[in-house]
T-cell receptor, first 116, second 113 residues
Framework: GAVVSQHPSRVICKSGTSVKIECRSL??????MFWYRQFPKQSLMLMATSNEGSKATYEQGVEKDKFLINHASLTLSTLTVTSAHPEDSSFYIC????????????FGPGTRLTVL | AQSVTQLGSHVSVSEGALVLLRCNYS??????LFWYVQYPNQGLQLLLKYTTGATLVKGINGFEAEFKKSETSFHLTKPSAHMSDAAEYFCAVSDQAGTALIFGKGTTLSVSS
């Protein structure tokens, strides 16, 4: 089956620093990748949609200058949280879509970000 | 706009009992519907999905769900709960292929022995 990896799985950083999270589709080419954020005991909220070679589309209320998304290839998308603050602490999950068939997305294992 | 409502944020059952997790959706077009399971500090695993065709969908681990258009529902069931089924369950919907999923708030399933 299709596998999506995320790195790192867990990161702790100081307030004001930037953190990069990688999302990779390991055995397929992902035309579209999605970034979600999940706060404790809550559901997943879409942050942005990323298509290879084009600018990401951000959801309302998500700051594009704070959450930088780069989708440089069909197997890699990165999310950089710039100047992180404690309120950015969350579980970040990416998903990758192989195509439009069935609209099935494959989810990464998530990255736990803790900002001190 | 699409939305998903999961009735009951927490469901508790005994081992061997029927599991029923409720999901209602709103969509202006025929939807794609999904159920995912999430274990603590892990990503989401697809249980089953409905796209077109047969309205009763069978998934992994003995779960199944039935798409009922008239009731705008996609409830998840399992005849006999196992301890290993204890997890968070999310219902999700999308209205177009290639678009992001809209998730419900999730239901925590607890299974007691």
């Amino acid at each position: 089956g299709a596998v999506v990896s995320q790195h790192p799985s867990r990161v702790i950083c100081k307030s004001g620093t930037s953190v990069k999270i990688e999302c990779r589709s390991l055995d397929f080419q992902a035309t579209t990748m999605f970034w979600y954020r999940q706060f404790p005991k809550q559901s997943l909220m879409l942050m942005a949609t990323s298509n290879e070679g084009s600018k990401a589309t951000y959801e309302q209320g998500v700051e594009k200058d704070k959450f930088l998304i780069n989708h440089a290839s069909l197997t890699l998308s990165t999310l950089t949280v710039t100047s992180a603050h404690p309120e950015d602490s969350s579980f970040y999950i990416c998903s990758a879509a192989q195509g439009v068939k069935d609209n099935e997305q494959f989810f990464g294992p998530g990255t736990r970000l803790t900002v001190l | 706009a699409q939305s998903v409502t999961q009735l009951g944020s927490h469901v508790s059952v005994s081992e061997g009992a029927l599991v029923l997790l409720r999901c209602n959706y709103s969509s202006s077009v025929p939807p794609y519907l999904f159920w995912y399971v999430q274990y603590p500090n892990q990503g989401l695993q697809l249980l089953l999905k409905y796209t077109t065709g047969a309205t009763l969908v069978k998934g992994i681990n003995g779960f199944e769900a039935e798409f009922k258009k008239s009731e705008t529902s996609f409830h998840l069931t399992k005849p006999s709960a196992h301890m290993s089924d204890a997890a968070e369950y999310f219902c999700a919907v999308s209205d177009q292929a290639g678009t992001a999923l809209i998730f419900g708030k999730g239901t925590t399933l607890s299974v007691s022995s």
